[in-house]
């Protein structure tokens, strides 16, 4: 509030509305600090405990029975395979759908229920998309408890996500840049190659690379599917079996010796550190692209 | 408008459809040529109370042979039976002996398996650390606070005891699907699987280690490993079975009186299922031999205990003479000893 528009006699309801903004301003900064404590608790607390071990060897070992000479070799390779076919998957088939959706369809029934199953499906609890991945690709399909089977399991998780977030970023192109291209005579996909889909690029960028940090960190659904605990082998197709980091923390906690904990704590601050790097390029990307534009 | 969207339905439907049928056929091949020397994978799925024994013997023995891998996860003993009946695994671990409906699902796919006792695991009864009322149950005490009808009734320490503090009773144990909840309700309660249900349940025994040692009416039971790595948290209780001949009056879990058979009914051997169809396999057979070769060194390192005398000798004939099928009448039972698992034909 500036003093110069602050008159001698403000009556009640100005006073109050100015009480009002201020509570709700000290509000706002104190939810964000919340925010901010528990995630600096959080990496702090795994980094002093996982500190001495986060040494190269730590990344180059598989696992042991012995905590001291234990790595994560096979989890976080586990983990790049699963995801980036996860991406693969997920990202064309769900900006494909979303562009569908939103640029083609016309507003009939089918479209409408469409809609609102993909926004249901987005609430699911990931514990049914690791059922669903165990019928489907694990059985049905005879994949396996293989890389691919892992990876199209979160991506029919994700999916949902990447359509949602596709969706508002196509709806935020402003209609006037479409009806310009077309009345110079470009044709529907022209129009959106040419005009929609890079002006919505940034906000479609955002949203898959949080869908996939999303998926970096999920545990439920590949323990359904059958993801291994000890694996001293890395994936040489994506028929091979695989393990993430999430499971390797998991079990690394579970253990009874305490040396195991450190272990752990290690592996929490490798994956807290591969999702935050990539949020950080996902706001560096957005940052860049938004320039152009 | 629908046309097109049917026509993407059903293009997708077909690829995916066309992949399955390809890759059935090849797992279809995979695993029968043992002969020739080319990589390999072993798969081993089921208990995670058995899991650092098989992790251990995996990480050396491929140390001794980088064309095997061999692989082990943790669905919990009934997991794995299911995976395993499935003929989806090579290898079983289970912290109790299968029970008859996984026997039947395992006959009605054909799967043959070998059962070979790898350790013995003793279940620790455990109180928090400032109990100074506490200093032995017997299996009675024991049955009175667990069984089914115990729940709503028993919920103070002086409705076990009469001479006990009318302090609240707070139980911890192990989750429902786990073999050792399985074999505690059959050793305690009289029947596999039986318990009240109004305790505080974890499949991680840490949790159970926190939980106990935070509340001063608790009262848990877990595997003894976990007690030794917490020793200055919690409060061990020495349990006794009521019969003089395996020792007289309360006796406390430890290497010597859970190999010496003396603390009972609360030791327990672990095991390995061995598919019938998977031992012919060179690599697996070299696999379960070393399992039970190492197991002497292997065994106490990870924290279990080691079995008697001439036990893994006695496993190795077994699994070399193929026998199958199980010592048990389905399910956990108390008080088999080892020899009688390894005479059964």
Known sequence: ???????????????????????????????????????????????????????????????????????????????????????????????????????????????????????????????????????????????????????????????????????????????????GSYALGASRWQTIWHQV?????????????????????ETAPLIMIGALTYIAFLPQSVRDPFTVLPIQVFNWVSRPQQAFTANAAAGVVVLLGITLTINAVAIWLRHRYQQKI | MNKQFITGAIVVIVILLGYGVMSRSDTNNDGSDAGSREK?????????????????VAEDFQKTDSLVNVTVGVSGTGGGFKKFCAGETHISDASRPIKSTEADACKASNIGYIELPVAYDGLAVMVHPKNTWVDSLTVTELKKIWEPGAQGKVLKWSDVRASWPNTELHLYGPGADSGTFDYFTEAIVGKEDSSRG????????????????????????????????????????????????????????????????????????????????????????????????????????????????????????????????????????????????????
Not at chain 1, 199 to 216: E, Q, W
Not at chain 2, 41 to 56: L, R, Y
């Open chain 1, 197 to 217: 889909l890079p002006a919505a690029f940034p906000s479609i960028l955002t949203g898959i690379i949080l869908a996939v940090s999303r998926a970096v960190g």
């Open chain 2, 40 to 56: 390999s994978i072993i798969t081993v799925d089921g208990s995670s109370t058995v899991f650092p024994i098989t992790e251990a």
């Open chain 1, 1 to 179: 509030m500036n003093d110069i528009y602050r008159h001698q006699n403000e009556p009640w309801w100005v006073r109050r509305a100015s009480g009002i903004d201020q509570v709700v301003r000290y509000a706002g900064v104190l939810s964000i600090l919340f925010g901010v404590v528990v995630l600096v608790v959080l990496f702090g607390q795994a980094l002093i405990e996982g500190f001495p071990r986060l040494q190269l060897e730590f990344f180059t070992s598989f696992p042991s029975r012995i905590a001291s000479q234990a790595g994560i070799l096979s989890a976080w390779v586990g983990t790049i395979w699963v995801i980036v076919l996860c991406a693969l998957m997920a990202v064309p088939l769900g900006v494909m759908t979303a562009l569908y959706l939103e640029e083609y369809s016309s507003r009939h029934l089918l479209s409408r229920i469409l809609e609102i199953n993909i926004a249901n499906l987005a609430g699911v609890p990931s514990i049914i998309y690791g059922l669903l991945g165990l019928g489907l690709f694990v059985r049905l399909l005879a994949l396996g408890r293989s890389v691919l089977a892992g990876a199209g399991t979160l991506a029919l998780l994700i999916l949902p996500i990447v359509i949602l977030a596709t969706r508002e970023a196509l709806r935020a192109v402003p209609h006037s840049l479409r009806e």
């Open chain 2, 198 to 345: 109004d305790f505080t349940a974890s499949e991680d025994d840490n949790v159970l280690v926190q939980g106990i040692s935070n509340d001063q009416g608790a009262l848990g039971f877990f595997g003894l490993a976990y007690y030794e790595q917490n020793k200055d948290k919690l409060k061990l209780v020495p349990v006794d079975d009521g019969k003089a001949e395996n020792g007289a009056g309360a006796i406390l879990p430890s290497r010597e009186t859970v190999e010496g058979g003396t603390y009972q009914p609360l030791s327990r051997p672990i095991f390995i299922y061995v598919s019938q169809a998977a031992a012919d396999r060179e690599d697996v057979s070299r696999f379960v031999e070393y399992y039970l070769d190492q197991a002497t060194k292997l065994v106490p390192q990870v924290g279990y205990i080691t079995l008697p005398g001439n036990s893994y000798e006695r496993a190795r004939d077994k699994f070399k003479k193929r026998t199958v099928g199980s010592a048990f009448a389905g399910g956990s039972q108390v008080g088999v000893t080892i020899d009688h698992i390894l005479d059964a034909r």
